[in-house]
């Protein structure tokens, strides 16, 4: 599986954009981003996923470089609720794992602290 | 809409025993579907992952045992607990792929602990 880096924590102020960061230099050309992000105690929640176009979901914004060889996360304006760790991922083809399972490898992802 | 439960939230458990957590998924049909260990302090580990009913895919050799009864069913298991069972069990969900399938959908989870 390729492999994703993330800065291991990263500071926010309430209400300003935050921007973060993953590099995943060995992507695939069929390798989908996927970002979730898991609150205090809860399970990981689905935030957003590209291919290759930017992407804009009411949660969140994806950018992806041109080269696929990394992307930003982008919360247009942090809450405190949106402290939490967020992971990047790759989701290998699904024809690798036979074609029926979006299997799903999680790193260690970053900790993002939002500050009132 | 669907819904993914887990019980029991928590559980405490002496080494040796064995264990039996639970997951069911309500409102969908032929879900993929996924077991998550987190230890304290740790990222998310993928232990099993089942595409039908008896069909499991382990990840990682362990003390651990996963099954499929029924369709939207997914049982992890252990005949005896040890120390470094210890974690935050969760269980998520997502359609296959061939039903055009993305996201995965994650249960609230259960917290072992064994002593």
């Known amino acids: 599986d390729a492999k994703t880096t993330q800065p291991n924590s990263m500071e926010s102020n309430e209400e300003e954009p935050v921007h973060l960061p993953c590099n995943h230099s060995?992507?695939?050309?069929?390798?989908?981003i996927h970002w979730y992000r898991q609150l205090p105690s809860q399970g990981p929640e689905y935030v957003i996923h590209?291919?290759?176009s930017n992407v804009n979901n009411r949660m969140a914004s994806l950018a992806i470089a041109e080269d696929r060889k990394s992307s930003t996360l982008i919360l247009h304006r942090a809450t405190l609720r949106d402290a939490a760790v967020y992971y990047c991922?790759?989701?290998?083809?699904?024809?690798?794992?036979?074609?029926?399972?979006?299997?799903?490898?999680f790193g260690t992802g970053t900790l993002l602290a939002v500050q009132p | 809409s669907q819904t993914i439960h887990q019980w029991p939230a928590t559980l405490v458990q002496p080494v040796g025993s064995p264990l039996s957590l639970e997951c069911t998924v309500e409102?969908?049909?032929?879900?993929?579907l996924y077991w998550y260990r987190q230890a304290a302090g740790r990222g998310l580990q993928l232990l099993f992952y089942?595409?039908?009913?008896?069909?499991i895919s382990s990840e990682v050799p362990q003390n651990l045992s996963a099954s499929r009864p029924q369709d939207r069913q997914f049982i992890l298991s252990s005949k005896k607990l040890l120390l470094s069972d210890s974690g935050f069990y969760l269980c998520?969900?997502?359609?296959?792929?061939?039903?055009?399938?993305?996201?995965?959908?994650f249960g609230p989870g259960t917290r072992l602990t064994v002593t």
């Open positions: 060995t992507i695939s050309g069929t390798d989908y």
């Open positions: 998520a969900w997502s359609p296959s792929i061939l039903a055009g399938g993305d996201e995965q959908y």
């Open positions: 089942s595409v039908g009913i008896g069909q």
């Open positions: 590209g291919l290759t």
């Open positions: 409102g969908t049909s032929n879900p993929n």
């Open positions: 991922i790759l989701r290998s083809s699904p024809t690798d794992y036979g074609g029926a399972t979006n299997k799903l490898i």
